[in-house]
């Protein structure tokens, strides 16, 4: 069974920083493309970033600004998001989730990690 | 960029009924969209992929069809689990972009 955990999320003041992580079980990890997805308070879903397999390909949501930065180790199944100069509007459930074999939809999600930006 | 922008917002059905959810994009994506159900606490649940694929362990009261800019979620008979939001998602290949639209609310009528 396809397990994804996502952990250290908390609140943080604004311009701080915060390191989530993402455990994953239950399939080859490093053949998969992973992304992180988050989701405001009351509204919709945000891509943030995708890292494929090796890590070879990185990309990041235009909105970001360079701030956050996504890394995998395949040894330890698990993918990682810094997240630098927080704002108010970074709050949010961050989730990990894996790409399909498509490589195009987000076929397995995390629970969620929530992240509050406030002073 | 391409939008995708979502109809109703909010969508009121009676169980057993049938439900028509819509999504349409600023461009075409091909048959590059995906339908997801999220409930309150969970996270999404893809249900749709490639337009009309439907995912694993999904049931046939769900059905998607459109390509290009148009598209639709059916629920052909809906039951109580059934009520949530539903979002859409295109992809774009290269550089790789997720989009998804706003939501639309399903609710009990």
């Known amino acids: 069974e396809v397990q994804l955990v996502e952990s250290g999320g908390g609140l943080v003041k604004p311009g701080g920083s915060l390191r989530l992580s993402c455990a994953a079980s239950?399939?080859?990890?490093?053949?998969?493309?992973m992304n992180w997805v988050r989701q405001a308070p009351g509204k919709g879903l945000e891509w943030v970033s995708s890292?494929?397999?090796?890590?070879?390909?990185?990309y990041y949501a235009d909105s970001l600004k360079g701030r956050f930065t996504m890394s995998r180790d395949n040894a330890r199944n698990s993918l990682y998001l810094q997240m630098n100069s927080l704002r108010g509007d970074d709050t949010a459930v961050y989730y990990c989730?894996?790409?399909?074999?498509?490589?195009?939809?987000?076929?397995?999600w995390g629970q969620g990690t929530l992240v509050t930006v406030s002073s | 960029e391409i939008v995708m922008t979502q109809s109703p917002a909010t969508l009121s059905v009676s169980p057993g009924e049938r439900a028509t959810l819509s999504c349409r994009a600023s461009?075409?994506?091909?048959?590059?969209l995906a339908w997801y159900q999220q409930k309150p606490g969970q996270a999404p649940r893809l249900l749709i992929s490639?337009?009309?694929t439907r995912a694993t362990g999904v049931p046939a009261r769900f059905s998607g069809s459109g390509s290009g800019t148009d598209f639709t979620l059916t629920i052909s008979s809906l039951q109580s689990e059934d009520f949530a939001v539903y979002y859409c998602?295109?992809?774009?290949?290269?550089?790789?972009?997720?989009?998804f639209g706003q939501g639309t609310k399903l609710e009990i009528k």
């Open positions: 989730a894996a790409l399909g074999a498509f490589g195009a939809f987000f076929e397995s």
């Open positions: 239950g399939f080859t990890f490093s053949s998969y493309t």
């Open positions: 890292i494929s397999g090796t890590s070879d390909y990185i």
């Open positions: 461009q075409s994506v091909n048959n590059n």
């Open positions: 490639n337009a009309s």
């Open positions: 998602q295109q992809y774009r290949k290269w550089p790789p972009m997720y989009t």
